[in-house]
């Protein structure tokens, strides 16, 4: 069985042999950068399953190369998992908006993240899994190509973030359901202790930036006050 490889890009050596020290424990495979450059230079050659990203790192920042990564058609599809001693909201908005699929606030357990990691890889795993057998979902304008991993609206391609479509995919799938930010942050996350809603809130209205034509008087994607969101049905 192939083991699985982790990424780690940071600055702090003790940080780096801490977290590799843990998730070697676990089975995976570890490899490790220490500057931006080096680890846009990793990402390219070994396509690794998951990244873990500093954001303060010397020369290219962890924004940058989250962004980097998520236009690459070849590695746009990696989950990236941020850790970052930024505690402020704002920083962990920027960085989900850079194209994370999730955050890590330091100083955090190894228990945590390997928590964090089982859950993306899990999900990533479950929804090539569930695609399989599937060819598209069409909603309005909506359209998702789930053997190519595409979505079109108005036939015109959008680039999504993993997180960004499986939570599409999970909406357009239930067309008038409404799941609230708990259910969409366990299913979707896979986990529920460590996490927060809001990581949910700002993948919404990343999502409304890029499916609906005013996205601050949403159509498609409704708010449903005081429980979460849901797709509209057409």
């Known amino acids: 069985m192939t083991k699985e490889r982790v990424l780690i890009i940071e600055d702090e050596l003790n940080i780096i042999e801490l977290v590799a020290y843990n998730l070697e424990k676990e089975g995976w495979l570890v490899s490790k950068a220490q500057t931006g450059e080096e680890g846009l230079e990793k990402i390219e050659e070994e396509h690794p399953d998951i990244i ?13 190369i989250c962004r980097r990564t998520r236009q690459n058609k070849l590695t746009k ?5 941020i850790l970052t001693a930024k505690a ?11 194209g994370a699929d999730d955050y890590v606030t330091k100083p955090f357990s190894p228990r945590e993240l390997v928590a964090r990691i089982r ?10 899994s ?21 979505v079109l609206v108005d036939n015109n391609e959008i680039d999504l973030t ?17 799941f609230s930010r708990e259910y969409l942050l366990e299913n979707l996350w896979g986990y ?17 930036q890029k499916i609906e034509e005013n996205p601050a008087q949403p159509y498609w994607l409704e708010t449903v006050r005081g429980v979460g969101y849901r797709i509209r049905e057409a």
């Open 192 to 208: 529920e202790f460590f996490g927060d809603t809001r990581t949910v809130d700002v993948h919404v209205r990343r999502l409304r």
């Open 119 to 128: 859950a993306v890889l899990r999900r990533a795993d479950r929804n090539f």
């Open 77 to 81: 599809d990696i989950p990236i998992i």
């Open 162 to 178: 993993p997180k960004e479509f499986d939570l599409l995919h999970l909406l357009m799938s239930h067309p008038g359901r409404a």
């Open 130 to 150: 569930e695609t399989e057998d599937k060819e598209t979902i069409i909603l309005g304008p909506i359209k998702m190509d789930l053997r190519q991993h595409k």
């Open 88 to 98: 402020e909201e704002a920083d962990r908005v920027l960085g989900l908006e850079s």
């Open 52 to 64: 873990l990203l500093d954001l303060m790192l010397p020369g290219i920042d962890g924004m940058e």
